[in-house]
């Protein structure tokens, strides 16, 4: 425990965005508490990789965030291990398709679970200790958040619960802790693949021309993170190459 580093808890940080993520903010001085629930090879490898670099730098917590119990432990982890929490970064996220006609009740709670009850009550108990250190939350949304995916609807609903909820918290919050999100564009294509056509359906309405990558959220959610956006709050910062649909 170093009580002069800042910690950050970081949930779905084994890897894609959430590695990225946590590569940044331990590269800037982080101690942090890294969550996943299935990829426990990949964290493995993650904090091994980071702890070669700054030994006693992180803790590795497995819960499934749809389950409300688990969520003030994870808070409750992070500081019994560092002795305080700076940042909230909730990253991990629930998306598979949930076409109109098939979409089951089970489908749309499990969605909403993760990627919007779940920041809310982690945020509940981590706001003591945010207040505490003047601290701060990012929120990863969604573009379509504001423009809805076909055959996403749940999801879509979910990202945009997730953006009133960053609204919200930023007053609830205020003026000790900021509360921001992060909605990428094209940064990583979905695991269960997309095709090509659709692929380039989404480039040819970004005015950059291409996808993104993680480290380019990675470094908003530092950023909003910093002492630079000292003045920013109840934000949505888009990091979609400027994207049109």
Do not use: C
Not at 7 to 29: D, F, M, P, Q, S
Not at 67 to 72: I, M, T
Request: aromatic share 4%; no cysteine; hydrophobic share 50%.
């Amino acid at each position: 425990m170093n009580p002069e580093r800042p910690v950050a808890l970081v949930t779905g940080a084994a890897r894609r965005i959430g590695a990225a993520i946590a590569r940044r903010l331990h590269a800037g001085g982080h101690d942090l508490a890294l969550h996943h629930l299935h990829s426990s090879d990949e964290m493995a490898a993650l904090a091994s990789e980071l702890e070669q670099v700054r030994a006693g730098s992180v803790l590795v917590l497995r819960a499934d965030l749809a389950a409300p119990d688990r969520l003030p432990e994870l808070v409750a982890a992070t500081v019994g291990r560092f002795g305080r929490l700076d940042a909230l970064v909730n990253n991990a996220s629930a998306f598979h398709p949930t076409p109109l006609d098939t979409v089951t009740p089970s489908q749309w709670d499990a969605l909403f679970a993760v990627n919007a009850r779940a920041p809310f009550f982690l945020a509940q108990a981590a706001a003591p200790h945010l207040r505490a250190a003047h601290g701060a939350i990012v929120n990863l949304a969604d573009v379509y958040a504001h423009r809805p995916l076909a055959t996403h609807a749940p999801y879509s609903a979910s990202k945009a619960a997730l953006v009133s909820l960053t609204r919200a918290l930023a007053l609830e919050l205020a003026p000790d802790v900021r509360v921001n999100a992060v909605a990428p564009g094209a940064i990583l294509w979905p695991e269960h693949g997309q095709p090509a056509q659709a692929q380039q359906a989404i480039l040819a309405a970004t005015a950059l021309g291409r996808a993104g990558a993680p480290d380019d959220i990675a470094a908003a959610v530092s950023w909003l993170l910093s002492a630079d956006a000292g003045y920013v709050t109840g934000q949505v910062l888009h990091v979609d190459g400027g994207r049109e649909r």
